[in-house]
């Protein structure tokens, strides 16, 4: 069974551009997660879609989106892009979601550099 | 929101057990502990994780607190591919119904041959 896919995997913008990260999750699976990971903040949990619907939402602001698709492949979007968006990206499935015994699969993340 | 603490760094010879300490005293009932590691340049990937009584599985064992205030993390034989930083995750329960990973900044586990 593939795992969970990413796209792209590294990308490189500019402030002020912004970016569109892809997620395709494991075949079957309904729930997808993203993550934003850095060495000072460690990784964050950003929001969660399941069945196309945001579930669960982190702390992080407007310009930080997402959205599910019907096959629930899922894209994120970053709008104004700062200096400090700059992170590895991960999105992680799972069959789920809503079950404390769920397990995620994360994929290999998108890396993104604003300069 | 429950949060864990770890250590921040642990080293272990190559072939011996390793016990990764993770600390959880504001855990409530209904929180199930949860360890996923991360290999360099991979993203996490799911271990164990267990609820009242000790787990054990084909990568490593869980061994939980009887107050569940910490928990072990247990590799039995260390090898070089179990360097990574493994992290220690409470599943809360939230009003949405649904529950979300709070990640904190993990062991990292040098191995060495």
């Known amino acids: 069974k593939a795992g969970v896919t990413q796209t792209p995997r590294y990308l490189i913008k500019t402030r002020g551009q912004q970016v569109t990260l892809s997620c395709s999750p494991i075949s079957g699976h309904r729930s997808v997660s993203w993550y934003q990971q850095t060495p000072g903040q460690g990784l964050q949990f950003l929001f969660e879609y399941f069945s196309e619907t945001q579930r669960n939402k982190g702390n992080f602001p407007g310009r930080f989106s997402g959205r599910q698709f019907s096959n629930s492949r899922s894209e994120m979007n970053v709008s104004t892009l700062e200096l400090g968006d700059s992170a590895l990206y991960l999105c992680?499935?799972?069959?789920?979601?809503?079950?404390?015994?769920?397990?995620?699969?994360f994929g290999p993340g998108t890396r993104l550099t604003v300069l | 929101d429950a949060k864990t603490t770890q250590p921040n760094s642990m080293e272990s010879n190559e072939e011996e057990p390793v016990h990764l300490p993770c600390n959880h005293s504001t855990i409530s009932g209904t929180d199930y502990i949860h360890w996923y590691r991360q290999l360099p340049s991979q993203g996490p990937e799911y271990v164990i994780h267990?609820?009242?009584s000790n787990v054990n599985n084909r990568m490593a064992s869980l061994a939980i607190a009887e107050d569940r205030k910490s928990s072990t993390l247990i590799l039995h034989r260390a090898t070089l591919r179990d360097a990574a930083v493994y992290y220690c995750i409470l599943r809360p329960y939230i009003t949405s119904g649904t529950y979300k990973y709070i990640f904190g900044t993990g062991t990292r586990l040098k191995v060495l041959a």
């Open positions: 267990g609820l009242t």
């Open positions: 992680a499935s799972s069959l789920a979601g809503g079950h404390s015994t769920d397990t995620q699969y």
